[in-house]
């Protein structure tokens, strides 16, 4: 069965500091990857996706993720983070090419940005 | 446009009460789905709908009753529900292929509460 790991369930980070929040998966095959945001109370918000191709994605709001298929590993990074960035982050799984249409989440990773 | 919207945003209702949470689109996507989702936990899959049929359902109670009347719209009827099924619903919706379907966009959801 599909699994995906957020080690970290909650980062804390100085506003204008770097993020990389971790993501790990486990499928058979090459799935396909995306990261969400998730402000309180709010709907989930597509940051990047990853289908093929170029193992480095770029995404909305100055975030971006690298796949690494020998690592199984799609990990999310900002290089300077705003406050605006404080949210829970889910990565989250779905089988590629011909698959179901189920997703599977991460447990989520809460970020939190100091001033 | 790249919106999914739901209606009501909040719902508070009687354990004997009958309600309908409503989730529309126009984006053409021909996948449709019901999540819930509870405090500081990932969104869980309730119902999956393909082409208006219901594809995949993960042994959700019968309280719950999908409709997919039309291919823009999915409705949620709720009847005799519990303390315990307050949460957060969130419909989504993604374009499909021939070979699967691409990213799922999210609804802002209907936060709901049983008394």
């Known amino acids: 069965a599909q699994s995906v790991t957020q080690p970290d369930i909650h980062i804390t980070v100085s506003e204008g500091a770097s993020l990389e929040l971790r993501c790990n998966y486990s499928y058979g095959a090459t799935p396909y990857l995306f990261w969400y945001v998730q402000s309180p109370g709010q709907g989930l918000q597509l940051l990047l996706k990853y289908f093929s191709g170029d193992t480095l994605v770029q995404g909305i709001k100055g975030f971006e993720a690298e796949f690494k298929r020998s690592q199984s590993s799609f990990n999310l990074r900002k290089p300077s983070v705003h406050w605006s960035d404080a949210a829970e982050y889910f990565c989250?799984?779905?089988?590629?090419?011909?698959?179901?249409?189920?997703?599977?989440f991460g447990k989520g990773t809460k970020l939190t940005v100091n001033p | 446009d790249t919106e999914v919207t739901q209606t009501p945003k909040h719902l508070v209702m009687g354990m004997t009460n009958k309600k309908s949470l409503k989730c529309e689109q126009h984006m053409g996507h021909r996948a449709m789905y019901w999540y819930k989702q509870k405090a500081k936990k990932p969104p869980e899959l309730m119902f999956v709908y393909s082409y208006e049929k219901l594809s995949i359902n993960e042994s959700v109670p019968s309280r719950f009753s999908p409709e997919c009347p039309n291919s823009s719209l999915l409705n949620l009827h709720l009847h005799a529900l519990q303390p315990e099924d307050s949460a957060l619903y969130l419909c989504a919706s993604s374009r499909k292929t021939g070979s699967g379907n691409t990213e799922a966009f999210f609804g802002q959801g209907t936060r709901l509460t049983v008394v």
């Open positions: 989250a799984v779905a089988p590629g090419q011909g698959g179901s249409e189920k997703l599977v």
